[in-house]
């Protein structure tokens, strides 16, 4: 079951996403739990009493706390990397501030029932890349963490340090032995570092920011592979 | 063996001295960097060993010639822009040559003579090609800026110098006076040169001004289309209130609905395709896509950008040349199809433009229509098509792909755009 969030200040495009959501469900049967906010204020605390969403469509323009200061509240205050963001707005022109908090989509209104579908395909592929999960050894315990909640993997000499969304790890093993059995979301930018392309706030040509404020440095000879990788994957 | 370390060491201080005037004429080199260092080398060795054995002038003047040639290969692929500087380096270095044997030594062609004479040359040349640096101030359109007229005083320098060295058919005195007066001459003609390449650039920047208004004036129309529809709407919105809650009143769901996407119809502006919020892409991409609408049937277009992105001028230039290319592809082809889709994801552009091709074009003959041609079209003046697009994505540090499908062209790219603080 997906929980799902929608909030902006006309009832009717509420009403609208919330009769597409329905038939989306019915169309894929799966189960969506839907929840409906008229105002910024009541979604953020909803989330700061530890509500939780796994897709929420949100309105830019919202009468007070707006979009914009919502999506910055969700992933800097909150620090909840995981919600799929999907803005919605009258207007197809956005400030870089939305940029920043690393949107799934944009949906310019009025919506389509296909617009919203391909929107909701996307965010629940992404959500079901969570339960894939990495296994490692710790003396004699195994311990499992889901990959997509992996932010990167750093080598130090034999020892690989394992840095996730819930905490850091650590492990014996080699970069090389580890990339091998992580799904395509992962790519190796230094004979040092494997990094979670969805944990990634901003790329650059030598280094790579990662979402928890880590800037890892790519390494000069796979600067071209990384770069065309990326230019591959989307 | 003292002369054959100070030879050595003069020709490839003389070789770097090339490559500092191809420099001055061409800018930075575009080669391999391996490539800096073994056509040199070659050139030097190739020098040094012909010379040993055959001592023959004619065979030193030819691979000077050949040698120059491949330095100057290493700045630019223009065989024209090559013939061009290869001359006039050559015509420099002969004179030089010519002046410091006739003041200095009784020359015998095709002999060596002490090496000290050739430190000498080096420093004649030296000075030379500082006097170049001053005289020419850009090398930007360096490939349009070939002549014939310009190219025949070097040649014809070169020319009249060897014949008069090697049928002795001069004095030295007259050999001085014939250096000099060729250099004199050589160095009017490149100052005429720089003139040329100045004149090209005030010519592009004045084409490129004069396409940037009419773009802005374009988008200026836009904009006031739509204000002049939104007041209109304003207007008569009370009048509208009323309509509609006539047919609410009376259940008519179906006509309300009607009504209501009339007036939605009403607020659209059919020439603003695009509104991203960053005036200067719409501008260009409204005054683009217009034209391509207007010509083709299937124009699917996918912007998500943010409204303060910086560096649209470099995206400007992408987007123009790539625009116009794919259009002209599509328009020839049977299914006219243009596909644009532009996103900005975690710092890095990202800009697809499919178009589809005439199934009568051989691969090489399409893809020959969407890569760059040099031809009228507003774009195509600020350079080279896309060698332009390559030169902003390098800059960039980005990366470019071209692909084929069976009916589909796609230039792909990124480019990493730095943080906005």
Not at chain 2, 396 to 413: C, Q
Request: charged content about 20%; overall charge neutral; aromatic content about 10%.
């Amino acid at each position: 079951m997906y929980e799902i969030g929608i909030c902006d200040d006309g009832e009717n495009t509420c009403s609208l996403l919330e009769k597409y959501l329905l038939k989306y469900a019915k169309e894929k049967s799966i189960q969506l739990e839907i929840k409906i906010w008229y105002t910024g204020e009541g979604l953020r605390d909803y989330l700061s009493n530890s509500g939780h969403l796994d897709i929420l469509f949100l309105d830019i323009e919202l009468y007070k706390l707006s979009g914009i200061e919502l999506g910055h509240f969700i992933r800097y205050k909150l620090d909840n990397m995981g919600m799929q963001l999907i803005y919605i707005s009258g207007k197809s022109s956005y400030a870089m501030q939305l940029f920043k908090t690393q949107p799934l989509e944009f949906l310019v209104k009025p919506i389509t029932f296909e617009q919203m579908t391909e929107s909701m395909n996307l965010a629940i592929k992404i959500i079901r890349k969570k339960q894939e999960r990495f296994e490692f050894q710790q003396g004699k315990d195994h311990y499992y963490v889901s990959q997509s909640d992996i932010i990167c993997f750093e080598s130090q000499g034999r020892k690989i340090r394992l840095v996730t969304t819930d905490g850091i790890y650590e492990f014996y093993g080699r970069i090389k032995d580890v990339i091998k059995i992580l799904s395509d979301d992962f790519m190796i930018i230094h004979q040092s570092y494997i990094i979670n392309k969805a944990h990634v706030r901003h790329y650059a040509y030598e280094t790579v920011e990662m979402e928890n404020g880590d800037v890892l440095t790519i390494s000069q000879n796979l600067r071209k592979q990384v770069r065309d990788g990326i230019l591959r994957s989307r | 063996m003292p002369e054959i370390v100070i030879r050595s060491i003069t020709n490839l201080f003389r070789i770097y001295l090339i490559f500092r005037f191809a420099e001055v004429f061409l800018g930075k080199q575009r080669r391999a960097k391996w490539m800096t260092i073994v056509i040199p080398i070659t050139y030097c060795m190739a020098n040094l060993a012909l010379f040993w054995f055959f001592h023959s002038a004619w065979i030193n003047v030819s691979i000077n010639l050949l040698g120059t040639f491949a330095v100057v290969w290493l700045f630019t692929e223009s065989f024209k822009a090559n013939l061009f500087v290869t001359c006039s380096v050559t015509i420099i270095n002969i004179c030089c040559d010519a002046l410091v044997t006739s003041l200095f030594v009784k020359y015998v062609p095709g002999q060596g003579y002490n090496p000290l004479y050739e430190v000498m040359t080096d420093f004649c040349i030296l000075i030379c090609l500082l006097l170049c640096g001053l005289i020419i101030r850009t090398h930007e359109h360096a490939e349009q800026g070939f002549r014939l007229s310009l190219l025949s005083v070097p040649i014809c320098s070169i020319v009249t110098i060897l014949f008069m060295i090697y049928f002795t058919a001069c004095t030295e005195k007259g050999f001085i006076i014939l250096g000099l007066s060729l250099l004199v001459i050589n160095f009017f003609m490149l100052y005429q040169y720089n003139k040329l390449l100045q004149s090209i650039s005030k010519k592009y920047e004045n084409e490129m001004l004069e396409q940037r208004i009419q773009i802005y004036s374009n988008q200026l129309n836009i904009v006031m289309q739509s204000e002049e529809r939104t007041k209109a709407l304003r207007h008569d919105i009370k009048h509208h209130i009323n309509e509609l809650m006539i047919l609410a009143q009376n259940n008519k769901a179906a006509e309300l609905m009607n009504y209501l996407s009339k007036m939605n119809e009403a607020l659209q502006n059919p020439d603003e395709i695009v509104s991203s919020g960053n005036m200067e892409i719409d501008s260009v991409l409204n005054f683009l896509l217009h034209q391509a609408k207007e010509k083709l049937p299937n124009v699917t277009v996918n912007i998500t950008l943010p409204e303060d992105m910086k560096h649209s001028f470099d995206i400007i230039v992408v987007l123009g040349n790539l625009l116009e290319n794919a259009m002209e592809a599509a328009e020839q082809s049977e299914k006219k199809y243009l596909g644009v889709d532009i996103y900005f994801q975690k710092g890095i552009l990202f800009i697809q433009i499919d178009n589809s091709y005439s199934s009568n074009d051989s691969p090489s003959k399409a893809l020959q229509k969407t890569m760059p041609a040099v031809t009228g079209r507003p774009f195509k003046h600020q350079g080279l098509g896309l060698k332009n697009v390559q030169r902003i994505v390098d800059a960039h540090n980005g990366s470019m792909e071209i692909t084929k499908e069976s009916y589909l062209y796609s230039v792909k790219l990124m480019l990493y755009m730095p943080k906005s603080e």
